[in-house]
């Protein structure tokens, strides 16, 4: 009997791990796959983005018959972590370049922009290169550019293991949880009933009544209970039995004087026993009852657990949409930050390009008349002179002006890659800080606001440069959006100082600031002091989670109403540290 009920946990242990490693295995494997989706959806977003970054470069090289800059583009994407290989070929669908690993494109040039799968485990994005010139497009070429299955894994690498390194852990604990609880709850109180049951002596029947540990109120314990009473009932009626045969004894003795009276006793007794037996039979249906109540309440129980299962992964799919929602708001953040800076740096180039075009066209036609001039041996020393001086000024201009431009645009390039780049490089911290400050330029030029740095010189740090620049331009357009509002010269000054391999940033404004209300609300999502008046939020919820979780640091604001805002931010120099 041992070995029966032992064998009953087993199997109902069994089958309740069973449908919980299918589930888990399930989740997991579905967490994995949507891992891998977008992974491979991002992946092909930036083989996308790359098109603005090459495209204009590229198309003019193959305009101008220029192979070696076209193969040495080619080769420089090829440098790129997400790139397995690039295919440029001209109008006539002739491969310029084939690098890396690719496969045989369609005879037909690309048109459009599209998304390719092909065999081997790669993927590509092709689109052609459209050249501009007087109004009219002509198409030069198309790009092709590869990646792989193998760059997707090793995105997703590491969540993989976490994933399963999960599962096990999870799986583990649960059977150590269910070992235990049927060992202490059924198993061990099952085998000890078992083992007094099967001591059972019917010469013995106050020492063969069950006393089996059991701290609950359970059915079990009505089981023990009944048991019991079971055997009360036979004590009674071994009792009455006894009591029976000494009076038969003392009728046999008498058996001459009272032989009727002793067949009524006997039938007395006989009805007795009859009474005793039908409350035996009651006895065993309501054991019978009892035990169809307890197959009953486990299966009730199984459903219970089952239910537990399906709401823990209804859990970690809300989790998981969750965490989604807060990258792309990362990435909207980002984005519209580059927007603004793009739209800044294209009105501030707008102004020495415009000169430097005057300049050439006033030159040109200096040029002209000093040809006309010469063609008709007119010219006089008077004319030569005056256009040599007329030449060296606008010279100076044209060249003034167009170094302007370039600086404009070196800042905004480095920035601007920087902002939609995750890539880790060593950069100095002052340096870059001065860039930052050059491409957020066209926000200040009209206003009196300063800003003053103070940063030792060549310190270097290692972290991604777009989180700076994200949390830098954040903090900036605050102050002059929020901070400097109806003020018409306001001072930001931003002190950076280095100890013990920690950076620290204090960044200090004199606008109007916030009250204690609203500064308990700072670093909250969506938080904005224009809330009603076209404001969508200051992006400080953004900030802290660069801080926090990109540079691994600590960010803490202190503000009071009229006194202005100030950040005090902390992380290592280098990311590895």
Request: charged share 25%; aromatic share 6%; glycine share 6%.
């Amino acid at each position: 009997m041992s070995k029966v009920k032992t064998g009953l946990s087993k199997k109902l242990l069994t089958r309740v791990l069973s449908v919980y490693f299918i589930l888990t295995l399930i989740v997991t494997l579905g967490q994995i796959f949507t891992e891998y989706l977008n992974a491979k959806n991002h992946i092909e977003s930036e083989l996308q983005t790359l098109k603005n970054t090459f495209s204009t470069s590229l198309t003019r090289a193959i305009w101008e018959l220029n192979t070696p800059q076209a193969v040495s583009i080619a080769e420089g994407l090829m440098e790129l972590p997400i790139v397995d290989g690039v295919q440029i070929r001209d109008e006539n669908a002739n491969y310029i370049a084939d690098l890396g690993r690719t496969n045989k494109q369609p005879m037909d040039p690309v048109t459009t922009g599209i998304m390719r799968d092909h065999a081997g485990g790669t993927f590509g994005y092709s689109f052609p290169l459209i050249f501009e010139f007087s109004g009219r497009t002509s198409q030069v070429g198309d790009v092709t550019l590869y990646s792989s299955f193998e760059i997707i894994f090793g995105r997703i690498e590491v969540g993989i293991f976490f994933l399963i390194g999960n599962a096990f852990i999870k799986t583990a604990f649960l059977i150590f949880l269910f070992l235990n609880a049927f060992r202490r709850m059924l198993t061990d109180p099952l085998s000890e009933l078992t083992e007094q049951i099967s001591k059972f002596d019917i010469n013995r029947l106050e020492q063969s009544k069950l006393h089996a540990r059991l701290s609950e109120e359970n059915e079990l314990k009505v089981l023990q209970d009944a048991y019991n009473q079971l055997v009360d009932d036979l004590i009674r009626f071994q009792d009455k039995l006894n009591h029976t045969q000494d009076e038969l004894r003392t009728a046999n003795l008498k058996l001459d004087e009272h032989n009727l009276s002793l067949e009524q006793e006997v039938a007395r007794k006989t009805a007795s026993l009859s009474k005793i037996m039908l409350d035996l039979e009651q006895q065993k249906d309501e054991l019978m009852a009892n035990q169809r109540e307890l197959k009953l309440e486990n299966e009730n129980r199984r459903k219970v657990e089952e239910e537990l299962l399906k709401k823990n992964a209804e859990l970690a799919e809300s989790m998981k949409t969750l965490q989604m929602a807060k990258d792309q708001l990362v990435e909207s953040e980002r984005m519209a930050s580059l927007g603004g800076l793009v739209a800044g740096i294209a009105h501030d180039v707008n102004t020495p390009l415009g000169v430097g075009v005057t300049a050439a066209s006033f030159l040109q036609e200096r040029l002209k008349g000093l040809q006309q001039a010469f063609d008709e041996k007119s010219l006089t020393a008077k004319t030569m002179a005056t256009f040599l001086n007329e030449g060296q000024q606008t010279a100076t201009l044209l060249l003034t002006n167009l170094n302007r431009a370039s600086e404009l645009i070196a800042s905004f390039k480095q920035v601007a890659v920087d902002q939609t780049s995750e890539a880790e490089r060593d950069f100095d911290l002052g340096e870059y800080l001065q860039e930052i400050i050059q491409s957020l330029a066209p926000n200040l030029k009209k206003t009196q606001h300063k800003i003053e740095v103070e940063c030792p010189d060549n310190l270097q740090v290692r972290c991604a440069p777009g989180v700076i620049a994200q949390i830098f331009t954040n903090m900036i357009m605050n102050s002059l959006i929020h901070g400097f509002e109806n003020k018409k010269a306001g001072t930001i000054k931003i002190r950076v100082s280095s100890q013990d391999e920690q950076v620290r940033i204090e960044y200090q404004d004199d606008g109007k600031g916030l009250s204690p209300q609203l500064l308990n609300k700072l670093f909250e999502a969506f938080f904005t002091t224009r809330r009603g008046r076209g404001g969508s939020g200051l992006g400080t919820h953004i900030m802290y989670n660069l801080v926090t979780q990109a540079l691994h640091g600590q960010i803490e604001a202190q503000s009071e109403e009229g006194r202005g805002l100030r950040y005090d931010i902390h992380f290592p120099l280098r990311r590895d540290a």
